[in-house]
Structure formats: structure tokens, C-alpha cells
């Protein structure tokens, strides 16, 4: 009987300590940066052990506020701004070269203004203004790849991809870093995709844009999205559409009275 009750206070014991070994504590954040939760020095991204303590953590993702779209301050700010000047609103449209046939889209996107939505369609999920600031270089500039991606999109955001939301949060305002899928596939798409020639033919330009596609729906709302390299923009990354033409609107709807 005895050596039963010794065996199970052991077996407690054995139990206590594991769980107690298994509660570790999680890695620090401070902004992006992921610290040691003992010693507070910077760790590898997806570490489990310090490399300067050499003391053990658990690794968990954070989310950080976007700087992509707008919060719902601005977004009040600047749509009480748009309604009160309305009429000025569209002349300075149509002063930065905004055709008649677009003006709608552009009234739209400014009277639907609210935190969280892709800046590009504003929250419509539509290629809002085919064209416009699409045929220089520079920012907004395109390539020869422009046409396919309007034949893929069929109509739809080039950037949101149809959901309307911002891509980089995913509407809550919120950006998840630190998953390490997120950082794997990126490095994935980044190879295979300079591995491909999207100009030989429309196989390759279709696969390359395959890449692109299944990165962003797969890994909207993380932080990653910001590096994935855009398939027709001269600019090299996919959210600079969004973020160009977002300054754009901020910037009209800033001369407003
Ligand atoms: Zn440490
Ligand atoms: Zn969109
Ligand atoms: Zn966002």
C-alpha cells in the first residue's frame, strides 16, 4: 500500500512540474519587435529560446493598429468635410483630371467613407476609375501586364480583390504579425514568382498571377501582405494602389474649406 501512495506522489509531482515546465511564458512585443520575456533582448522571429539567456519562451503572434486605411476618426472627419463642401469636392475632382463617366465612383467612394476599407474601391469591391492614374510610370504607373490583370479582375478591386476591405487588415484595423505561414509563403511566392517570366506568354503570366491571388486571399488581415509585389504595377509592391490612391482622396478632401 505504501509504495502505491509513494508512486502516486511521484506521479503527481512528474505531473506538476511538466504542466509548470509547459506554462512558460510568451515572447514580448514592443510595436513589431518580438523580445525575450526574461531578459527582454530582441529574439529570432519564431524562436522558443533566447540566444542570450538561453532561457525558454512560448512564441504567439500580435497585432499591431493599420496605417493602411483609414480609422474611424478620419473617416468621420473627412466625410462630414465631404458633405458639407460637396459641390467643391467634385469641381476639384474633375481639376485633377477625373473624367465625367468617373465621377460617380469617386463621389461614392467619398460618401461611404468608414474605418477599415480598402482604400483603393473605397468598399465597393469594384475597379473604381479603370484608367485613371493608370497609364504613367511612376506612382500608380503600369506595365505591359495591365490588360491581363483587367481580364482577371473581370471588373473587380485590383487590390481587395472583390471583399471591399482593407487587405492589410482585413477590416478590423487590426494586422496579425508574426505567423510564421504568413513569413513562409511569402518567401515561397517571392521565389517561385522570380523563377516565372509573366511576359514569355499567358501561361506564365496566368501562374504568376495565380501566386499573387492565392497569397492575398490566403493571408489578408497579416502583416506580410505589405511585401507582396504587385503583378502589373511598376510599383513594386500590390498595396501601393490602395495607399496611392487613398492620398489621393485625403489630399483632395484636405483643400476642402
Ligand atoms: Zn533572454
Ligand atoms: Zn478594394
Ligand atoms: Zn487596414
Not at 493571408?219 to 502589373?232: L, N, P
Request: glycine share 8%; charged share 30%.
Amino acid at each position: 500500500m505504501r509504495w502505491i501512495m509513494a508512486s502516486l506522489g511521484l506521479l503527481t509531482v512528474i505531473v506538476v512540474f511538466s504542466l509548470a515546465a509547459l506554462d512558460q511564458k510568451n515572447v514580448v512585443w514592443v510595436g513589431d519587435e518580438p523580445l525575450c520575456p526574461h531578459c527582454r533582448h530582441e529574439v529570432t522571429e519564431f524562436a522558443s529560446v533566447c540566444t542570450s539567456c538561453q532561457r525558454a519562451f512560448d512564441w504567439k503572434i500580435n497585432e499591431v493598429p493599420c496605417d493602411a486605411c483609414l480609422s474611424s476618426r478620419d473617416a468621420r472627419f473627412y466625410l462630414h468635410k465631404v458633405q458639407a463642401n460637396a459641390e467643391a469636392f467634385e469641381a476639384a475632382l474633375q481639376q485633377a483630371g477625373i473624367e465625367k463617366e468617373q465621377l460617380p465612383g469617386f463621389l461614392e467612394y467619398a460618401e461611404s467613407l468608414k474605418e477599415g476599407r480598402c482604400g483603393y474601391c473605397g468598399g465597393s469591391g469594384e475597379w473604381l476609375a479603370p484608367g485613371y492614374q493608370e497609364r504613367t510610370t511612376g506612382d500608380g504607373g503600369i506595365t505591359e501586364l495591365y490588360p491581363l490583370m483587367r481580364d482577371y479582375m473581370n471588373g473587380k478591386c485590383p487590390v481587395c480583390f472583390g471583399t471591399g476591405r482593407c487587405v492589410l487588415c482585413d477590416g478590423d484595423r487590426m494586422v496579425e504579425i508574426g505567423r510564421e505561414s504568413a513569413k513562409r509563403d511569402l518567401l515561397r511566392v517571392s521565389k517561385m514568382g522570380a523563377r516565372i517570366d509573366p511576359l514569355r506568354d499567358e501561361r506564365s503570366a496566368g501562374a504568376k498571377f495565380q501566386l499573387l491571388d492565392a497569397y492575398v486571399r490566403n493571408h489578408r488581415g497579416r502583416g506580410e501582405v505589405r511585401k507582396v509585389a504587385s503583378f502589373d504595377q511598376i510599383s513594386e509592391r500590390h498595396i501601393e494602389r490602395a495607399l496611392a490612391r487613398r492620398r489621393f482622396i485625403e489630399e483632395i478632401i484636405l483643400t476642402l474649406p
